[in-house]
């Protein structure tokens, strides 16, 4: 009997999930965007689209970021839902996966609604609606596409098939030149086939409700799709009983129009069993931990989704597979490729996917130069150095760092020896060309609002101006620890490999570096650690301007061993102080008695409050190192509440989050938000 329940363990772990029967109403925690899985997905032509249910005023639809949203609405006699708060009984998610949605609703009493949306491929969407009906009036069901964004180009209603076909423009990005990718084409040609021919059809100039009134007041709708147009819509007459009706949704380059038809067809086919168990497969490979609730365990696994949903396969230059900053929506920036910075988030994807996170990584190995540089941003078809005065800019050096928190959980020396050898050429690299006057200390150099990562409101930083390089003057307190770091961890990988000589000579180096930062950056009067200028070597510039301004990084000694146990007991009275950085959800970039504070989250790229994951992950990681096991805990839980107060209210993952408020304008699903799934995962594992 034993042997038969060992035998039949696996099958029942992929039988049932903590991401099926959730029963989640539009109130709960729920990341809602779906895209296709990284080995199905296509840098060109790629659609990911996020699933609203959750505002009473709009449909149940599935938007896009420019290409517009799909939604069904339901009409019984002369009842008619679109709208969330049409609904008899409103939208409940009962299966979320990466890429796979299952949503139950009822528009009308004893009129029960299965809906479920698949992202099979970048170009191809798959919406299955299954209506169970035990009335007798008439019921019909809509399909409507609409575009706030940019007006639909050249619709056609297709007679023979029953579907649809338009046209729009995919928008250009600044600081993302598509127009120099050879293979690139702005122009989008779709398809949208239903799995029956519709019983009416109707398209719209403008986009607005007037098309739900016609959908509710008429039983067939105008009959004409065709030219330029705001929206469009198809019903489907219902029968009593059991009805299901798939929608296929393809989308292609201009001059690739004959795929449309027979790609459509073959996901009107698909059997979605068969993603539903790789989705399950795929969350079994995550640890599970002790959670403290059903929220953190969400938060758990959908901050591990959102790291590997990033993710293309091979192309370009690249031989593994690379990471964007987001697919959905597309940001300009950030879908040039990968930097160190958001890499951090590979310590998070390892513990469900260690083969992409190495992967991953080994495509910095690919494109590293023979000196030991590497580019501030690397991608499939892009390499960006960001020159200044003939410097090349470099990104923030978590790289060997990262490299080896992945080693410890895969264990893999083949990848450890690559990274070794990689890492050790970037170290010396930056070591050599990162100390201009040649004293020990470090200083951001190229373009370093960008090199430094935090580039924009940095209370330092404005002293000096707006000049890329200005901020060079001063030796380094956060790039300096971020390399102690490194040498540390390629120290590890030394004596890992057998390497002793290397090991002794790394930890020698570190060493002195960090006697230096504690010589000269560590302020006694203040109890904090600051930059000094690299030519007063005090912490005043020659003009006597103050660089005491207590920024997060004043804790990154604490992340890299290098203060001592009095030190770090001195920086947790700041730590802890509600006035300066013991903030409602986390620790602020800047303390908040600094003049120069704001906690509001306003745009892209403040550091002079808002709270960031990469530099909380540091700080929590800090806190780890010296003991404080209870104030970590309290800071993953003041991390937790700012993360899940933005699931509830707009079901996405932020860039940025704001210490004190939960008001946000900010860029969506950022990948580096993955890292408070490690920052669970420490906390919660098995020690």
Wanted: glycine fraction near 6%; charge should be positive; proline fraction near 5%.
């Amino acid at each position: 009997m034993r042997r038969i329940l060992f035998l039949l363990l696996p099958v029942l772990l992929l039988a049932t999930s903590p991401m099926e029967n959730l029963h989640c109403s539009s109130f709960c925690p729920l990341y809602t965007t779906y895209i296709a899985a990284p080995e199905r997905s296509d840098y060109f032509v790629d659609e990911g689209y996020h699933f609203v249910y959750y505002l009473d005023n709009k449909p149940v639809s599935l938007s896009t970021d420019t290409s517009g949203e799909i939604f069904p609405g339901f009409r019984l006699g002369k009842l008619f839902a679109v709208k969330v708060k049409d609904f008899y009984k409103k939208p409940v998610v009962d299966i979320s996966y990466p890429d796979f949605l299952q949503v139950k609703m009822e528009p009308f009493p004893g009129v029960k609604v299965k809906m479920r949306f698949f992202v099979w491929t970048s170009r191809t969407g798959l919406l299955e609606i299954n209506v169970r009906s035990s009335e007798r009036k008439e019921l019909l069901l809509y399909i409507f596409y609409g575009n706030e964004y940019q007006r639909i180009k050249r619709a056609k209603y297709l007679n023979k098939e029953g579907g649809v076909t338009f046209y729009y423009i995919q928008p250009e990005k600044t600081w993302f030149q598509q127009k120099t990718l050879r293979g690139f084409v702005p122009e989008r040609a779709n398809l949208l086939l239903p799995s029956v021919k519709p019983f009416s059809w109707g398209g719209y100039f403008i986009y607005d409700e007037r098309i739900f009134s016609e959908a509710s007041s008429y039983n067939f709708l105008n009959g004409s799709i065709d030219g330029e147009l705001g929206a469009f819509a198809l019903s489907f007459k219902l029968h009593p009983g059991n009805n299901t009706i798939r929608i296929a949704r393809v989308t292609v380059q201009k001059g690739q129009e004959e795929e449309l038809l027979p790609t459509a067809k073959k996901a009107l086919a698909l059997k979605l069993k068969r993603y539903i168990r790789e989705n399950r497969r795929l969350l079994s490979k995550a640890p599970v931990l002790r959670f403290k609730n059903r929220d953190e365990r969400l938060l758990y696994i959908q901050a591990l989704y959102l790291a590997r949903q990033q993710f293309y396969p091979p192309t370009g230059q690249f031989p593994y597979s690379y990471y964007v900053f987001s697919r959905e929506p597309t940001w300009s920036w950030g879908h040039e490729g990968q930097v160190f910075h958001e890499s951090l988030s590979m310590q998070s994807l390892v513990l469900m996917d260690p083969q992409l996170a190495m992967n991953s990584q080994k495509n910095f190995m690919k494109v590293q130069q023979s000196d030991g540089y590497l580019p501030y941003r690397v991608g499939a078809f892009f390499t960006r150095t960001f020159p200044v005065k003939g410097r090349k800019t470099t990104s923030a050096p978590f790289y060997s760092w990262t490299n080896w928190e992945i080693y410890r959980i895969t264990k893999d020396k083949g990848f450890l020896r690559k990274a070794y050898r990689s890492g050790k050429a970037f170290a010396e690299y930056i070591l050599k060309t990162r100390d201009t006057n040649k004293n020990g200390l470090l200083e951001w150099g190229g373009h370093v609002w960008l090199e430094c990562v935090r580039d924009g409101y940095n209370a330092v930083w404005e002293i000096f101006g707006k000049q890329p390089d200005a901020p060079g003057q001063v030796e380094a307190l956060d790039l300096s620890s971020m390399m102690v770091m490194e040498m540390r961890s390629l120290e590890k990988m030394a004596r890992e490999l057998g390497l002793k000589r290397d090991a002794a000579r790394w930890k020698s180096r570190a060493s002195r570096l960090s006697y230096l930062i504690n010589k000269y950056m560590w302020d006694p009067e203040t109890g904090f650690y600051y930059h000094v200028h690299k030519n007063t070597m005090t912490f005043k510039t020659p003009d006597g301007k103050s660089l005491r301004r207590k920024e997060i990084i004043g804790f990154l000694p604490m992340w890299a061993g290098i203060a001592s146990k009095r030190k770090a007991k001195r920086l947790m009275k700041h730590l802890l102080n509600p006035a300066e950085f013991w903030r409602r959800y986390g620790v602020p970039t800047l303390s908040a008695d600094d003049p120069y504070y704001n906690p509001a989250v306003l745009s892209c790229c403040r550091w002079n409050g808002p709270v960031w994951l990469t530099w909380e992950f540091l700080v929590f990681k800090g806190l780890l190192n010296y003991g404080y096991i209870r104030e970590a805990e309290q800071l993953l839980e003041r991390l937790e509440d700012a993360m899940l107060i933005q699931l509830r209210k707009n079901h996405r993952f932020m860039e940025s989050y704001s210490p004190d408020y939960t008001v946000l304008y900010s860029p969506k699903n950022y990948i580096w938000d993955t890292l408070i799934a490690r920052m669970i995962y420490d906390m919660r594992r098995e020690k």
